[in-house]
């Protein structure tokens, strides 16, 4: 006998799978662009730290994929894990604003600000003690911040203002 839930799990779990390899191949374009590392780095992939809004699956797909990218692209090991750990603390806070922020438009833009905050005060010492740059926490903090605010805070809801009006056909389990 089937279980009637399988098929939800299947769909929670491709859709994370595509969402960490949408978040590991935008991080390789902003790679390329000299955009993804460093004291100033503006991820394109941190627009996905958005989609929690639409589904609690964004939340281990946007981690595994900054795990990956960060694997792949040969990042310290201390980037490898508080990286991705920055990015799940900003992905699960985001799903559990984003679940008030269903029928409140005021609320939909505090969305992106866990994840600018969980980065922005996270990855500045990932900087300093992984990296060794010798730039004071506070300037790291704002080089992050600012880039954070960019592609989560910016990009990242214009990504959500053009997924609104399409959300029951891509996450038909939450709307």
């Known amino acids: 006998m089937k279980n009637k ?3 939800g799990y299947v769909t929670a779990i491709v859709t994370a799978a595509m969402i960490a390899a949408l978040y590991v191949a935008l991080s390789f374009v902003a790679q390329l662009l000299g955009l993804a590392s460093g004291a100033i780095q503006v991820r394109i ?10 589904t ?38 985001s799903y559990f604003i984003g ?28 900087l300093r003690t992984a990296y060794g740059l010798e730039d004071a926490y506070w300037y790291l903090f704002a080089t ?11 990009l990242g809801m214009i990504l959500l203002y053009a997924l609104l009006p399409i959300r029951k056909h891509l996450f038909p389990d939450r709307f």
């Open 144 to 154: 992050v911040g600012i880039g954070e605010v960019i592609s989560c805070g910016i």
């Open 5 to 7: 839930n399988n098929a």
């Open 56 to 93: 609690p699956a964004a939340i281990p797909g946007v981690t595994i994929g900054c795990f990956l990218f960060n694997l792949l692209s040969g990042a310290a090991f201390l980037d490898i894990i508080f990286g991705a750990t920055a990015t799940l603390i900003g992905a699960v806070l």
């Open 99 to 126: 679940k008030k922020a269903q029928h409140s438009k005021p609320l939909r833009f505090l969305i992106p600000v866990p994840p600018i905050a969980a980065n922005a005060f996270i990855v500045p010492w990932v």
């Open 45 to 54: 992939s941190e627009a996905l730290t958005i989609l929690p809004f639409f």
